[in-house]
Structure formats: structure tokens, C-alpha cells
């Protein structure tokens, strides 16, 4: 094991929202692909070495399918801080693929834990990956943290 060169200053939900489905027919909710993931990452205007990675997972009802026993929409908000000696070519690739999935454990966490209390058996987000992202383009916008 060694250290990571990502760290995670502090994170905060900045959206929690869970309806349970009033249909008494609910009983287990299909998580293989049937929630929505967003992620944004902005690197600060200042100091290049300091992101803002905002993480949205949501599971919304289709109006074609019954209602699936609990509706979420959760985002939470997490500034990092890149290692000094992460080589600058490296460090985009590195928030975009480790960001979100650390902040997706909080997320995962924070589902179970309020389904767990409702009225159908309590959701547990897939474990997952967010390798793919690090290839995506950086957003022209900057975080002022």
C-alpha cells in the first residue's frame, strides 16, 4: 500500500433528496445501470494543484417502468489537493478518476444508511469505476474554494 497522491481536504452533500414509492408493489431496487452518474471537475483559478469535484448520482422513475421503490437524487461536492510531485501531464487524469470515486463511497454510504430506514429493503449503490473519466477534456470553468 502506499499513499495516494490525491488527498481529500473536506467534502459536503450539497443536495439529498429520497422519496420512497407509495406502490406496495416495490420490492427491491434494480441498481445494474438503472442510475444516473455525473461528475464535474474544475481546477482551481489559483492554485493549480487544488480541484472541486462535484458528484451527482440519481435514480429517477421512467415513466415506461413501475416505480422502483426509492427515487434519489444526491450530490455531494469534495476539494482535493494534487502531490506537489504528481507530474502536471498526470494530474487531470488522477482527480478524474479518483475524485468521484471517492466520493462515491460517501454517496453509497449515505443511500444505504436513509434506505435502510424507509419502508423497502435498503439500496446498495454497485461498486464502480470512474477510469473512463480520466479521459475526458477539462471544463474551462474554475473553482474558487
Known sequence: MQKSP?????????????DAC??????TVKTD??????????QHGDDLLRWMVTLNVSVVKKEAESCPPYTFD??????????????????AALVRANGPAV??????????????RG??????????????EAHKKPTAATAKA
Open 74 to 91: 444526491v450530490e455531494v461536492v469534495g476539494f482535493f489537493k494534487v502531490a506537489e510531485d504528481c507530474p502536471a501531464d498526470k494530474q
Open 6 to 18: 490525491l488527498s481529500l481536504e473536506r467534502y459536503a452533500f450539497s443536495r439529498i433528496h429520497v
Open 33 to 42: 445501470g438503472h442510475f444516473r452518474v455525473q461528475t464535474r471537475c474544475q
Open 103 to 116: 466520493l462515491f463511497g460517501s454517496v453509497r454510504e449515505m443511500i444505504a444508511s436513509l434506505t435502510a
Open 22 to 27: 407509495e406502490s406496495p408493489d416495490c420490492q
Open 119 to 132: 419502508p423497502y429493503p435498503r439500496v446498495d449503490l454497485p461498486t464502480v469505476t470512474f477510469i473512463d
